[in-house]
């Protein structure tokens, strides 16, 4: 326990650059607390005690802000930064060095049984207010911009943004520049919706111009 404690730390000071302390993440980080008291819950979740379990969630959710299900796998060195409003579902499973910002929802999509949430391969960035909805899969080193809606699995090395979430940058290999980006540069995303109104203006002065030169030439046959 210990260990995981530790390594909860250290992930914070290497993915947080606000992290000043230890003793600052201890008493201040909610996602740090949030995370913890999962792993106590789940392990009373995998041992049939589930209404215990949903007890310690509870008592989570109302000091840190996050909702985590029990039920959920999260991997090793996950960090949720800030974290108020995140929720979890029961069957989704989170991948090794993860990270969500505020607001994200990892959630199903209807009252079906079984797998209803999603699976986040490694190292994955999610964007505050991302939602990523069913049961569809993440791929490694995937980043998704904030305020997706992600309801379609995702290849590795991709890039999504949009509502529904589209994938703008798709790499069969690691690159250079996936491989050192840490986080989600929100400020260099692509914006798809405003490449299309680009596009559609320049079609549409085009046209214009077209139109002109036939009413012009026109109207020089006519004299």
């Not at 392990?43 to 029990?70: C, D, N, V």
């Not at 991948?95 to 209803?116: A, I």
């Not at 890039?159 to 260099?188: D, F, M, N, Q, Y």
């Amino acid at each position: 326990m210990f260990r995981a404690i530790k390594e909860q730390i250290d992930t914070i000071f290497r993915q947080d650059p606000a992290a000043t302390s230890v003793f600052e993440i201890i008493f201040c980080y909610p996602g740090f607390h949030a995370i913890l008291m999962h792993r106590v819950a789940h392990r009373f979740y995998k041992w049939g005690m589930r209404g215990f379990a949903r007890f310690i969630s509870q008592i989570s959710r109302a000091l840190t802000g996050i909702e985590i299900h029990p039920g959920a796998k999260i991997g090793r060195r996950f960090f949720i930064d800030h974290g108020m409003g995140v929720v979890i579902g029961e069957t989704a499973e989170i991948g090794d060095d993860v990270l969500l910002y505020q607001g994200v929802t990892l959630g199903g999509t209807g009252k079906e049984k079984g797998k209803r949430h999603p699976t986040l391969g490694n190292h994955v960035v999610v964007g505050t207010g991302a939602k990523i909805l069913g049961n569809i899969r993440i791929g490694n080193h995937v980043k998704i911009g904030a305020g997706s809606v992600v309801i379609r699995s995702v290849p590795d090395h991709s890039t999504v943004v949009g509502v529904p979430g589209r994938i703008v940058r798709s790499h069969g290999e690691p690159t250079p520049e996936a491989e050192e980006a840490e986080v989600l540069e929100h400020g260099k995303l692509p914006d798809p919706e405003g490449q299309a109104l680009e596009e559609l203006t320049r079609r549409v002065a085009q046209l214009e111009e077209q139109i002109r030169a036939l009413v012009e030439e026109r109207q020089g046959h006519l004299r």
